[in-house]
């Protein structure tokens, strides 16, 4: 079966660091591309960061660009997202989608085939 699942979320001050985690099985992921995405309460799900396998390319959403960084473990089939200098608006609940048909539109939800069930990230003082 299918399953990715997201670890590393927690409570973090402003201006810290948290790393999630993707593993993925019951597929290899580099034959797709790996998203994250994010919803806080009462928001749509947004587009933070994609890592297309195929093109070698990643993508960031404007709001995150320069603090985070996605990455992947081809070995551990695995995949990262390093969150620095954290801020309050950067809580949410944090969700790693694979898509095996991503098109140009990195940050569409409907484009992915396969989703987490999501961790939290609280930033607060």
């Known amino acids: 079966q299918v399953q990715l699942v997201e670890s590393g979320g927690g409570l973090v001050q402003p201006g810290g660091s948290l790393r999630l985690s993707c593993a993925a099985s019951?597929?290899?992921?580099?034959?797709?591309?790996i998203g994250w995405f994010r919803q806080a309460p009462g928001k749509e799900r947004e587009g933070v960061a994609c890592?297309?396998?195929?093109?070698?390319?990643?993508y960031y959403a404007d709001s995150v660009k320069g603090r985070f960084t996605i990455s992947r473990d081809n070995a551990k089939n695995t995949a990262y997202l390093q969150m620095n200098s954290l801020k309050p608006e950067d809580t949410a609940v944090y969700y790693c989608?694979?898509?095996?048909?991503?098109?140009?539109?990195?940050?569409?939800?409907?484009?992915?085939?396969?989703w987490g069930h999501g961790t939290q990230v609280t930033v607060s003082s």
């Open positions: 989608a694979a898509a095996w048909d991503l098109g140009s539109t990195w940050n569409t939800a409907a484009k992915y085939n396969y």
């Open positions: 890592f297309s396998s195929s093109e070698l390319s990643t």
């Open positions: 019951g597929f290899d992921s580099d034959d797709y591309a």
